[in-house]
Nanobody, 127 residues
Framework: QVHLIESGGGLQQAGGSLRLSCAAS????????MGWFRQTPGKEREFVAA????????NYAASVEGRFTISTNNAENTVYLQMNSLKPEDTAVYYC????????????????????WGQGTQVTVSS
């Protein structure tokens, strides 16, 4: 069992930056693929970024590639999402998630393959 708590959301102007944090408790953090997803009202939850068990592999949605960076601090059981050059269309509730390994890296983008989810943190970007 893994318990995830996100923080760091808020209101930011377009072009600004925010860093989201996701603190994990329970089983060893480094046993999971970690991902960030986001959701706006009326839309499905969409993939944003993922990082592999080793931390060597990352994956990003095309809409955030080059602007967002996912990273982990295994000693602190925390995964981060650094968001730069924010745009109004980045406005959403952002969720941290953990995926039990074994599906294969290509499934890191598939929200249905994630087993544990945080409660979400709101990010609002004003124009």
């Amino acid at each position: 069992q893994v318990h995830l708590i996100e923080s760091g959301g808020g209101l930011q102007q377009a072009g600004g930056s925010l860093r989201l944090s996701c603190a994990a408790s329970g089983r060893t953090f480094s046993n999971y693929v970690m991902g960030w997803f986001r959701q706006t009202p009326g839309k499905e939850r969409e993939f944003v970024a993922a990082i592999s068990l080793s931390g060597r592999d990352t994956n990003y949605a095309a809409s955030v590639e080059g602007r967002f960076t996912i990273s982990t601090n295994n000693a602190e059981n925390t995964v981060y999402l650094q968001m730069n050059s924010l745009k109004p269309e980045d406005t959403a509730v952002y969720y941290c998630a953990a995926q039990t390994p074994g599906y294969g890296w290509s499934y890191s983008v598939d929200r249905r393959r994630y087993d544990y989810w945080g409660q979400g943190t709101q990010v609002t970007v004003s124009s």
